[in-house]
């Protein structure tokens, strides 16, 4: 596990964004060699996002092989509600860059069969040779995609209830009408992440500090879902410094020193030019 703080939220966004693009650009994808991509949505990756365009648009990074899949849909909101996650990637990152639409999968929460789709989505990830890195990112509560507290650590894409504090948290979205906010959603399981081969996980502001905390600083726990990528082989933990406000000043100057020492493996903000 490593975790890379960063000064502000434009800092650890681009820091984000340069290692995904790295990460492509050294796979050398092709027609017979698709990179895979796990994505997030929400306020947090949006930086990120802009990013990645403005590298496509720079003529450094091309999607033309790279399959994505995202992380959740919300159940019973048509698919081109502003709201809705297929809305959201397509209009924050997809319609701007070179991805064939049918390389974008993103679960359906207005199949008729939830869990077939659930099913299928899984089948499709498998078929895809599995993900080579997901991105994710995570609620004030632990959360990553809908995988709410008490969740279990081995689960699969499946259907969930959303938690009271993720349904006030989205609200905002909704004009702050919880009547308007979906209580259901089709999300990855915490196990289908884990099975990624690398993870990045994008934690900014204050009131994501406490949920770092816990996400690092204590052990595995089913009520603070993110906690179980410190079993992961391959975990990045990207933050700004204000979600370092309750982590131990030793363990910020540690991951802080790993920085320095290993600048080049952990920092990818040199030339993306040198990696073609």
């Given amino acids: ?18 290692y995904i693009c790295n990460r492509i650009i050294q796979f050398k994808p092709g027609q017979d060699r698709y990179f895979t991509l796990g994505l ?5 990756p949006l930086g990120c996002y802009k990013k990645l365009i403005e590298y496509h648009k720079n003529g450094d990074l091309s999607f033309k092989y790279v399959k994505t899949f995202n992380m959740d849909e919300y159940v019973g909101l048509p698919r081109n509600h502003p709201e809705s996650y297929h809305s959201y990637m397509w209009n924050n990152f997809f319609k701007h ?4 639409p049918n390389n974008a999968h993103i679960l359906d929460g207005n199949a008729s069969d939830l869990q077939a789709e659930c099913d299928a989505f899984e089948k499709k990830i498998e078929e895809a040779g599995g993900i080579d890195l997901f991105v994710g990112g995570i609620g004030p509560d632990g959360h990553i995609a809908f995988n ?3 969740s279990s650590l081995v689960s699969r894409t499946r259907l969930k209830t959303l938690a009271m504090d993720t349904i006030l948290a989205n609200a905002k979205y909704f004009d702050g009408d919880l009547s308007k906010v979906p209580t259901m959603a089709l999300t990855v399981g915490v ?8 993870v990045m996980i994008l934690i900014t502001g204050a009131h994501k500090a406490f949920a770092l905390y816990k996400a690092i600083e204590e052990g595995v726990n089913h009520m603070w879902t993110v906690s179980a990528f410190q079993q992961h082989p391959r975990t990045i933990f990207v933050c700004d410094e204000d979600a370092t406000l ?22 990818p903000l040199y030339s993306m030019k040198e990696e073609n």
């Fill in 1 to 18: 596990m490593r975790l890379v703080i960063l000064d502000n939220y434009d800092l650890a966004s681009e820091w984000a964004a340069k």
């Fill in 40 to 44: 997030p949505t929400g306020s947090t």
């Fill in 97 to 100: 860059i070179d991805i064939d």
């Fill in 148 to 150: 709410e507290p008490g």
């Fill in 191 to 198: 196990g289908t992440v884990m099975d990624a081969r690398e």
């Fill in 246 to 267: 309750e982590l131990r000043v030793k363990t910020v100057k540690y991951f802080k020193g790993l920085m320095h020492v290993h600048n080049k493996l952990v920092d």
